[in-house]
């Protein structure tokens, strides 16, 4: 199984108290936005490129609030996912990424329980994912 990183972004609107969800044309899904990691990118580099690509949008990252494991048959994957609090800091709504095939096809708000119905994996719900944090740091480049 080949090794695949992935690094989503958990936008959370305090104000109305939804999540920002993208619907995924390769796998016919909801998910956050993310993706997989690209050779030289850090996983918040990821995570921030991703949502842009995938909502328009000009994301901060912060803290990890969930990390999630599995093994893929369909794709032969064994992806480690990790998802991170993002902060909408500047862009306007709108998909980046619309490839029919492996695109994004549909970006929306949603409510805490339609959010953690999406996401059945994240076992204790989405509220239990926004009181997460757990710290992450690059250490550099080291030889």
Not at 6 to 12: C, E, T
Not at 135 to 143: E, K, L
């Amino acid at each position: 199984m080949k090794r695949v990183d992935v690094a989503y972004s958990l936008i959370h609107d305090e104000v109305e108290n939804k999540i920002l969800m993208v619907k995924n044309n390769k796998y016919n899904n909801w998910s956050l936005p993310g993706g997989a990691v690209e050779a030289g990118e850090t996983l918040k580099m990821t995570a921030i490129r991703e949502a842009k690509e995938e909502t328009g949008l000009t994301i901060e990252v912060d803290d990890i609030v969930s990390v999630n494991e599995a093994f893929m048959t369909k794709d032969d994957h064994h992806a480690l996912f990790v998802t991170f609090k993002g902060k909408i800091v500047g862009g306007e709504l709108a998909i980046q990424d619309k490839d029919e095939k492996v695109g994004i096809s549909e970006v929306k708000w949603v409510d805490l329980d339609t959010a953690a119905e999406l996401m059945p994996y994240h076992k204790n719900g989405v509220k239990t994912l926004l009181a997460s944090s757990i710290p992450y740091v690059f250490q550099g480049v080291r030889n």
